[in-house]
């Protein structure tokens, strides 16, 4: 008798293309990963219908609030499924989800992830969460729970998507964003590792529609294949960020994602104040010049869909600059004074970029 009837030969899940046994084998082979995002609030184990966090080791806080965010990586997913490398993918979730939860100040607590697939393979899957896992580690949050969906006939048996929520923490009057930032603050930019997650769909229509390349080609301005490349981790900046409201009085973050650096910086900045960024103080890497020649991408549109080598951004006092390139070089962040705030005038917009890229 096949998989694909009962006994009585009526239809059956595994029928439908449902394999109820290969997405246990995969919560099993993931379990060890999970473990090791544990913090001590978590209660029980991988497997429950919820996930456990204790809130009262929320009592230290005056007033806590709680900040949540959730997000996915959107077409990048598609890089990782045609180079069969699927441990790589959850770093970027989390960066995704808990970078832009940091940016209010808040410290990341726990995290759950979606994971749809067209077919459960036990140790693809397990390599998903094994990533995220590993960028909840990162990002000093833990894992407490998710869901594998199966769906055929909707994915092909390769396919996937992942998507996660988290949830942090920030006592109110620690809480930061635009009410803080004043005249004469500095923006200081810490450098992305690429593309992070963002813009997939142009990178991907302009390199392999346009341009013709292939994932395995090496690319000698990238100094490793196209592929490699592209599927670099997301930079995680949560507890750099955390380090950062530790030692200096800064005012503001800004996680830089799909619409650009401009835009998003600008969704910090308060009305009366203009935030300018001198291009001539950084040098995008090499992956972003290979996208606009390639399908000849006018600076706009790069700078409207791309991060441009700069993965956060924060707003210092002037007098906390030099602590806060100390805190981040510390920690192994490359960053820069890239700006300031001033009285925004005759600016329509939040946030603008000047000058020239340095070469």
Known sequence: ????????????????GVDIEAGDRAVELMKEWVKKTQRPEVL????????????SAL?????????SATDGVGTKVDIARRMGVYDTIGHDLVAMVMDDIVVCGAEPLFMTDYI?????????????VKGIAEGCVLAGCALVGGETAEHPGLLGPDDFDVAGAGTGVVEA????????????????????SGLHSNGYSLVRHVLFDRAGMELDQRVEELGRTLGEELL????IYSLDCLALTRTTDVHAFSHI???????????????HLHATVDRSTWA????????????????????????????????????????????LADRGVESWVAGEITERGDHSTGAALTGDYAS
């Open 284 to 327: 995008p890497g090499a992956i972003f010049d290979l996208v606009g020649k390639a399908g000849q991408v006018e600076r706009l549109e790069l700078e409207k869909t791309l991060n441009m080598g700069v993965g956060m951004m924060a707003v210092v006092p002037a007098d906390s600059v030099d602590v806060a390139l100390a805190t």
């Open 59 to 67: 009592k230290r806080y005056e007033r806590p609030l709680l900040a």
């Open 44 to 55: 029980g184990g991988l497997g429950g219908f919820a996930g456990l966090f204790d809130a």
């Open 232 to 235: 670099e981790p997301t930079k």
């Open 116 to 128: 749809c697939v067209g077919k459960v393979h036990p140790e693809r899957v397990a390599g998903i």
């Open 1 to 16: 008798m096949s998989q694909a009837t009962s006994a009585t030969g009526g239809a059956s899940y595994a029928a439908a």
């Open 257 to 271: 994602t799909g619409g650009g650096l401009a835009a998003n910086l600008a969704r910090v900045i308060p009305d």
């Open 173 to 192: 009057d620690r809480l930061l964003g635009a009410d803080r930032i004043r005249t004469g603050d500095v923006v200081v930019a810490m450098a992305s």
